[in-house]
C-alpha cells in the first residue's frame, strides 16, 4: 500500500474543496478495493470520513456503461474536482524478458483479472495491486473543454456530457498507467464512441443524409457495423502475443538481433512525440511488415496503428491483430460513401491523438525487388482526412527493411513465369512459418528523413498527392542500404555467365564500397571496412542456400551464380540498382557515343541520357531533368575531373572516360529491362495489318516467347523473364503510341525500336567484356 500511496498522493489531489472520485473498477473487487484505498488514504476529513464516489468499468469497452448516475453526480458545484482513479495489476518479473505465457493466453490476462481471480492475487500478493489515480479537473474546466470539443450541437445534454467526462477519465489514468507499464500499451480507448460525439461526424453524416436520402437512423446502424469492422481495439495481452509472434518470425531463419541506428531510433521517438506520423515501409516480404511493430515494442514506442488487407483478416490471425492494433481496409470502398466516410474520421482520430500508423507504400510485396509505384488509395485518405480536420505538420518516414536472404523469392520468380499464387489462409500461414526455419542471415532496419506535408493538399489535388508520394518513394531509395547479398548479385550478374574469383570479387566490391562511401550512399554493417574480410559466414549462409556456388577444386576459389538461380539473385540485385542507374546511364551513353563517328560525341551522349531515361521511366524513380543532368555531371565530375574536355574532344578521349568509369556496371543494371522490352516488340513487330493486341494477351505471348528466346539464346537469362518486366515493356510501347491498331507505319517503328534495343543489348555485351578485359589484366 505505501509505493500505492506514493504513486496516488501527487498534486492537486490534495486541495481542499468538494470532489468526486470516478472509480474505474470491473468487479466488485477492484470497486471495494479501491474504495478501502481510498477512506484509508485520501477520504476527505481523514480516515472513516464518507467520500463522494461513482463506479464505473471504464477499462472494460465491452460493458455498456449507465451514465445517468454520473450525468446527475455532475450537476452540482461547478468547482468540484473530478478524481479518477484505478487499479493497475502487474505480473511479477514480467519486464525482464515480457514473455508471454501460455496460461495468460488460456485464463486471461493477469493484468485484466476477473474477480476470482482479483481476490485470489490479493490474497497472495497485495503488491501487485498498484492504485493510481489520475490528473483531477474540475467540472466547470470538463465543461469547457467539452464545449471547444464539441461545438455546434447540443450543449446541455448531460448524456454526452458525462460521456465526455468518461473518455477524459479514461485518458489521463491511461497516462498515469503509460508510467507504470511503458509507452508500448498507448492504445486508443472508446474510440467508436469519441467518432458518433465528434461534431465533425455529425455533421458529415447529416450531409450525407441530405445527399443520399437515407435517414440518419439507417446510416448510424451502418456506420456502426463499420465501425466494428474498421476500428482495432489493442489492449495489452494481444499487443504482447503479437510481439512474441513478431519476434517468433523474425527470429526463425534470421539472426535475433536487428541491425539498425539508435541515432535514428531517438529521432523517430522525438518525431512521434510531436507529430502525426505515418511510417511507409517499402514491401518486399510479409514479415517486413512487422519490423516497425517489433522494433517500436521492443524500444518501448508507442504502439503503431498497421493497416493491413482484408485478405489477412482470417479466423485466429485476424482475430488476434485486431487487437493488436492491426486495421483491416476492404480492397474496393469507393461506392460505399458510409465506409469511406468512417475510416476518413477514423484516420483523423488517430493523427490528432498522435497514434502513428504504418503500411505497405507500394500496395503489395515487390516481385522484382526494386521499388515498386507506390499506390495512393490510402495515403490520400490520411491527407484527405487530415486536410478536413485541418491537422498539420505531418510527417512520413520511409521504412526500410532489408535482408541477406528473402524466403518469399522463389514464389516471386514463380509467379512472374505465370504461376498462380496462393490465397492466405490459416493453412498457409503455418506454412509459411514453417518455412522461415531456414538460416537466412541478418535483418537490417533504416529509416529516410521524413517528408513533412505541413498542410495537406485539397482532396482533388492529385498532382499534389503524387509528388508527395514521388518524394516518400526518393527517401526510401536513399535509406535502402546496400548489402552483402544484394552488392555480390550484382557483381556476379554483371560478369554471367563467367564466374569470378575470390580476389576478383573482393577487389570489384572493394571498389564499390569505396565508390558508394564516396556519394553517401548507405552500407549495412557488413560492408564496412572493418567487416570486409569477416563476411564469411554470410557467404556460407548464401551458398548453402543455393544462391551462390563456390568452387574450390581448382587453383583459386571460384564464385557464380547457376542459371536456374538468376531470376532469384536478379531480385537481390534490383534491391539496390537505383544506386547505380546515374553511373550506368553515363557508361552506355559513352558507349553510344563512341559508336556513332559521324556527329559530335557530346550531343550524342546527351541525347542518349535522356533517350535512357524515357524508355525506362516506368521502371525507376527519376528526378526531374535539370536536376537529373546535374546529377549525371556531378558523377562524371567524381569519375573524371577533365570530362568535358574528353566528351567534347570525342575520339580516343572516349575510350579514356570510359576507363574512368570502370569497372563498368551498365548491363548489370539495365540488361534484364532491355531483353524484356525486346521480346514485347518483338511480338508488336510480328503483328499483321489490322491486328491489335492487349496488355494481357501480349504478356501471357510474351511469357511463351521469352523462354523460347532464352533456350535459343537470344536473351542470356531467365531473369529477363517476367510478367512485371513484359508489362512494363508494353507500357513503354504504348506510350510512344505503338499499341494501337497494327499499320504499315506502326509495323516500321516497332521495328526501328526493336533494332535500337538490340543494338544497345550488343552495347551492354562489349560493356561486359571490357569490363572482363580489365579483371584479366588486373589478375594475370
Not at 485470489?120 to 493510481?132: D, T, V, Y
Not at 526494386?370 to 484527405?384: E, F, S, T
Not at 564496412?528 to 548453402?544: F, W, Y
Not at 583459386?556 to 542507374?581: G, K
Amino acid at each position: 500500500m505505501d509505493e500505492a500511496k506514493t504513486i496516488a498522493n501527487t498534486g492537486a489531489l490534495l486541495a481542499p474543496g468538494p470532489k468526486l472520485f470516478i472509480i474505474d473498477a470491473r468487479n466488485r473487487v477492484e470497486r471495494k478495493y479501491l474504495l478501502d484505498w481510498l477512506h484509508t488514504s485520501l477520504a476527505e476529513g481523514g480516515p472513516g470520513e464518507k467520500i463522494n464516489w461513482i463506479s464505473l468499468p471504464i477499462s472494460d469497452e465491452r460493458a455498456k456503461l449507465r451514465l445517468g448516475p454520473l450525468a446527475d453526480r455532475l450537476n452540482v458545484d461547478p468547482e468540484t474536482l473530478i478524481v479518477p482513479v484505478r487499479i493497475a495489476w502487474r505480473i511479477p518479473n514480467f519486464e525482464k524478458n515480457r514473455a508471454v505465457k501460455l496460461r495468460h493466453v488460456l485464463m486471461g490476462d493477469p493484468r485484466n483479472p476477473g474477480s476470482l481471480r482479483a481476490r485470489s492475487i490479493l490474497i497472495r500478493n497485495k503488491r501487485r495491486a498498484h492504485c493510481l489515480t489520475g490528473q483531477p479537473a474540475t467540472i466547470n474546466e470538463l465543461r469547457q473543454r467539452f464545449a471547444e470539443l464539441s461545438s455546434g450541437y447540443d450543449q446541455t445534454d448531460s448524456s454526452e456530457f458525462a460521456a465526455f467526462v468518461v473518455r477524459q477519465a479514461s485518458l489521463v489514468l491511461d497516462i498515469v498507467e503509460r508510467g507504470l507499464r511503458g509507452r508500448r500499451y498507448k492504445v486508443p480507448r472508446h474510440v467508436a464512441d469519441g467518432l458518433r460525439s465528434d461534431a465533425r461526424f455529425r455533421d458529415a453524416m447529416q450531409q450525407l443524409s441530405i445527399d443520399s436520402g437515407e435517414s440518419e437512423a439507417a446510416l448510424y446502424n451502418k456506420a456502426t457495423k463499420y465501425m466494428k469492422e474498421l476500428i482495432a481495439r489493442p489492449s495489452p495481452l494481444f499487443i504482447d502475443m503479437k510481439a512474441k509472434l513478431d519476434r517468433f518470425m523474425l527470429s526463425q531463419g534470421y539472426e535475433d538481433d536487428v541491425v539498425f541506428d539508435r541515432k535514428e531510433l531517438t529521432r523517430l521517438r522525438q518525431t512521434m512525440r510531436d507529430h502525426p506520423t505515418l511510417l511507409l515501409f517499402t514491401h518486399k516480404t510479409y514479415i517486413d511488415g512487422v519490423t516497425p511493430t517489433d522494433l517500436a515494442y521492443q524500444n518501448d514506442l508507442p504502439l503503431i496503428h498497421v493497416f493491413g488487407g482484408i485478405n489477412l483478416d482470417f479466423f485466429g490471425l485476424g482475430f488476434i491483430l485486431r487487437r493488436a492494433g492491426t486495421i483491416f481496409i476492404r480492397r474496393s470502398f469507393d461506392n460505399n460513401p458510409v465506409y469511406k466516410l468512417v475510416l476518413r474520421h477514423y484516420v483523423s482520430y488517430l493523427l490528432e491523438k498522435r497514434f502513428p500508423m504504418t503500411w505497405a507504400f507500394e500496395g503489395t510485396r515487390s516481385r522484382l525487388g526494386k521499388l515498386m509505384p507506390p499506390r495512393y488509395g490510402l495515403l490520400k485518405y490520411v491527407m484527405d482526412s487530415a486536410h478536413s480536420n485541418d491537422i498539420e505538420n505531418v510527417h512520413i518516414i520511409p521504412v526500410v527493411t532489408s535482408f541477406d536472404l528473402i524466403r518469399d523469392v522463389e514464389e516471386y520468380a514463380g509467379e512472374q513465369t505465370g504461376r498462380v499464387k496462393k490465397p492466405e489462409s490459416l493453412s498457409w500461414f503455418f506454412g509459411y512459418l514453417r518455412s522461415l526455419r531456414e538460416p537466412m542471415g541478418k535483418v537490417y532496419v533504416d529509416f529516410g528523413e521524413p517528408v513533412i506535408v505541413e498542410k495537406a493538399p485539397e482532396p482533388d489535388d492529385r498532382i499534389a498527392l503524387s509528388k508527395m508520394a514521388f518524394e516518400v518513394a526518393v527517401q526510401a531509395n536513399r535509406a535502402t542500404p546496400l548489402t552483402l547479398t544484394s552488392l555480390m548479385c550484382l557483381c556476379l550478374l554483371g560478369t554471367a555467365p563467367r564466374a569470378m574469383t575470390a580476389d576478383e570479387l573482393r577487389a570489384v566490391m572493394t571498389f564499390i564500397v569505396g565508390w558508394a562511401r564516396e556519394r553517401d550512399i548507405r552500407l549495412s554493417g557488413d560492408l564496412t571496412e572493418q567487416n570486409l574480410d569477416g563476411i564469411q559466414s554470410v557467404v556460407e549462409t548464401l551458398v548453402n542456400n543455393g544462391l551462390l556456388v563456390r568452387y574450390d577444386q581448382g587453383s583459386s576459389l571460384v564464385y557464380a551464380i547457376e542459371p536456374d538461380q538468376h531470376p532469384i539473385a536478379s531480385y537481390y540485385r534490383n534491391s539496390i540498382i537505383h544506386h547505380f542507374l546515374d553511373k550506368a546511364i553515363i557508361e552506355l551513353s559513352i558507349l553510344k557515343a563512341r559508336e556513332v563517328q559521324d556527329r559530335k560525341a557530346s550531343e550524342v551522349f546527351w541525347e542518349e541520357t535522356d533517350r535512357l531515361r524515357d524508355l525506362f521511366k516506368f521502371e525507376f524513380f527519376y528526378p526531374a531533368k535539370p536536376e537529373y543532368r546535374k546529377n549525371l555531371k556531378a558523377e562524371l565530375a567524381r569519375s573524371d575531373p577533365d570530362w568535358q574536355a574528353k566528351l567534347d574532344e570525342g575520339g580516343v578521349m572516349l575510350k579514356s572516360l570510359t576507363n574512368r568509369m570502370q569497372p563498368l556496371i551498365g548491363h548489370a543494371v539495365f540488361l534484364p529491362f532491355v531483353e524484356a522490352y525486346t521480346v514485347v516488340l518483338d511480338i508488336l513487330s510480328r503483328l499483321e495489318l489490322g491486328e491489335v493486341i492487349d496488355k494481357k494477351a501480349c504478356v501471357e505471348a510474351a511469357l511463351k516467347e521469352g523462354r523460347q528466346a532464352y533456350l535459343l539464346r537470344r536473351i542470356t537469362s531467365e531473369a529477363s523473364i517476367g510478367k512485371i518486366l513484359f508489362e512494363n515493356g508494353f507500357r513503354m510501347a504504348a506510350g510512344l503510341g505503338l499499341t494501337g491498331e497494327t499499320t504499315k507505319e506502326t509495323i516500321a517503328e516497332r521495328k526501328a525500336l526493336m533494332r535500337k534495343f538490340r543494338a544497345l543489348s550488343r552495347r551492354m555485351e562489349r560493356s561486359r567484356l571490357e569490363l572482363l578485359a580489365l579483371a584479366d589484366k588486373i589478375f594475370d
